[in-house]
């Protein structure tokens, strides 16, 4: 078991790994996803040492790899590493680049090293490109040597670090089916990936990553058919989202619609549904700027999911208390539009405001 404790990550002043703690069962498949900057790539480098943590510990057993002094290349051993760049050296044929570490880490007999080469090679369907050089292969041949290159090391877990990224949408599925059948054989992996299905169908566990951390995680159906928190759930669902937060006593309703109208233009809304949407927004901010006092905020929230078609509207404000569309102050007129426009309108209180999630 992979055991992380505390673990936060710098560079320079810029903070990119906060307070992660988490642990990794044995046989595991861990996918890791989340949006360009999150800090995926740098947390698995952080898990072999090619990036050492300003400040936490990892354990793999009951051995602390974090500890000073230790074996670094004990713990890439125990940790193999699979590059988006392959990293192989240029001069060396496939079978001097799957040998090499294994004789001068492992300390291995030429002949026992190229024996289990070539057992390697032949596993990741490359047996026969042995004698060739690294120009002289594809992306997804490249990368399915460094795959093999790792196995020769005997790791206990293997990183992958988006393994697919830099290959032609053509070969991406030849390295997929490596992957796919390495986790059939029980190894652990952990796997930086932008593949959503290949991390739907593979993974045994899912983190989602944003915020500096592990924002969620959970199995591939709670995360990509049960989301649970907000950013999540807009990576998933591949969200188009508007936000806008705005003091009553300084509204100005026209530019609040103006932003409005150019989030639905955008993406590509019809003018029904356009008209639609300015209208609901246009009826709730007219009637809470009726009772507009110094200090009262709202805000407007517009999510529109590209899978299914669907359209959300968020309307949260810090008055006392009050379903708005109850209340005697709310334009009757208002409600009957809004309600008619919407499948749903739903109410709650929550950490102080209201709260109305309508559905279009």
Same mark, same amino acid.
């Given at each position: 078991?992979?055991?992380?404790?505390?673990?936060?990550?710098?560079?320079?002043?810029?903070?990119?790994?906060?307070?992660?703690?988490?642990?990794?069962?044995?046989?595991?498949?861990?996918?890791?996803?989340?949006?360009?900057?999150?800090?995926?790539?740098?947390?698995?480098?952080?898990?072999?040492?090619?990036?050492?943590?300003?400040?936490?510990?990892?354990?793999?057993?009951?051995?602390?790899?974090?500890?000073?002094?230790?074996?670094?290349?004990?713990?890439?051993?125990?940790?193999?590493?699979?590059?988006?760049?392959?990293?192989?050296?240029?001069?060396?044929?496939?079978?001097?680049?799957?040998?090499?570490?294994?004789?001068?880490?492992?300390?291995?007999?030429?002949?026992?090293?190229?024996?289990?080469?070539?057992?390697?090679?032949?596993?990741?369907?490359?047996?026969?490109?042995?004698?060739?050089?690294?120009?002289?292969?594809?992306?997804?041949?490249?990368?399915?040597?460094?795959?093999?290159?790792?196995?020769?090391?005997?790791?206990?877990?293997?990183?992958?670090?988006?393994?697919?990224?830099?290959?032609?949408?053509?070969?991406?599925?030849?390295?997929?089916?490596?992957?796919?059948?390495?986790?059939?054989?029980?190894?652990?992996?952990?796997?930086?990936?932008?593949?959503?299905?290949?991390?739907?169908?593979?993974?045994?566990?899912?983190?989602?990553?944003?915020?500096?951390?592990?924002?969620?995680?959970?199995?591939?159906?709670? @995360? !990509?058919? /049960?989301?649970?928190?907000?950013?999540?759930?807009?990576? #998933?669902?591949?969200?188009?989202? &508007? *936000?806008? $937060?705005?003091?009553?006593?300084?509204?100005?309703?026209?530019?609040?619609?103006?932003?409005?109208?150019?989030?639905?233009?955008?993406?590509?809304?019809?003018?029904?549904?356009?008209?639609?949407?300015?209208?609901?927004?246009?009826?709730?901010?007219?009637?809470?700027?009726?009772?507009?006092?110094?200090?009262?905020?709202?805000? @407007? !929230?517009? /999510?529109?999911?590209?899978?299914?078609?669907?359209?959300? #509207?968020?309307?949260?404000?810090? &008055? *006392?208390? $009050?379903?708005?569309?109850?209340?005697?102050?709310?334009?009757?007129?208002?409600?009957?539009?809004?309600?008619?426009?919407?499948?749903?309108?739903?109410?709650?209180?929550?950490?102080?405001?209201?709260?109305?999630?309508?559905?279009?």
């Amino acid at each position: 078991m992979i055991s992380i404790r505390n673990l936060s990550k710098s560079y320079g002043d810029n903070l990119i790994l906060k307070d992660i703690s988490v642990d990794i069962e044995d046989g595991a498949v861990i996918a890791i996803i989340g949006p360009s900057g999150c800090g995926k790539s740098t947390f698995i480098r952080c898990l072999n040492l090619l990036e050492q943590p300003d400040s936490g510990q990892i354990f793999i057993g009951a051995a602390e790899i974090t500890k000073k002094g230790v074996n670094i290349d004990a713990v890439r051993q125990k940790l193999g590493m699979v590059f988006q760049s392959f990293n192989l050296f240029s001069h060396k044929t496939v079978l001097e680049n799957v040998i090499l570490a294994p004789m001068k880490v492992l300390k291995l007999s030429q002949e026992q090293a190229v024996r289990d080469a070539l057992e390697y090679l032949e596993m990741v369907g490359i047996a026969n490109r042995a004698d060739h050089l690294p120009s002289q292969l594809s992306g997804g041949q490249k990368q399915r040597v460094a795959i093999a290159r790792c196995l020769a090391m005997h790791p206990e877990v293997i990183l992958f670090d988006e393994p697919t990224s830099a290959l032609d949408p053509t070969m991406v599925d030849e390295v997929l089916s490596v992957i796919r059948k390495l986790v059939r054989s029980g190894l652990s992996c952990i796997i930086v990936t932008h593949e959503m299905n290949f991390a739907k169908n593979v993974a045994t566990k899912v983190f989602y990553m944003d915020e500096k951390g592990i924002y969620e995680s959970g199995t591939p159906s709670d @995360i !990509f058919e /049960r989301p649970q928190r907000e950013k999540t759930k807009i990576f #998933i669902n591949k969200l188009k989202v &508007f *936000s806008g $937060e705005y003091k009553l006593s300084e509204i100005d309703l026209y530019e609040i619609l103006r932003q409005v109208t150019e989030y639905c233009l955008k993406y590509d809304m019809n003018k029904r549904e356009t008209n639609k949407i300015t209208l609901i927004c246009e009826e709730y901010v007219t009637n809470l700027m009726k009772r507009r006092v110094s200090d009262e905020r709202i805000a @407007i !929230f517009l /999510r529109y999911n590209e899978n299914d078609d669907s359209k959300e #509207i968020m309307f949260k404000d810090n &008055f *006392s208390p $009050e379903n708005h569309f109850e209340s005697p102050d709310f334009d009757e007129m208002s409600v009957l539009l809004i309600k008619g426009f919407t499948k749903s309108v739903e109410y709650r209180r929550e950490n102080g405001q209201n709260v109305f999630e309508l559905k279009l």
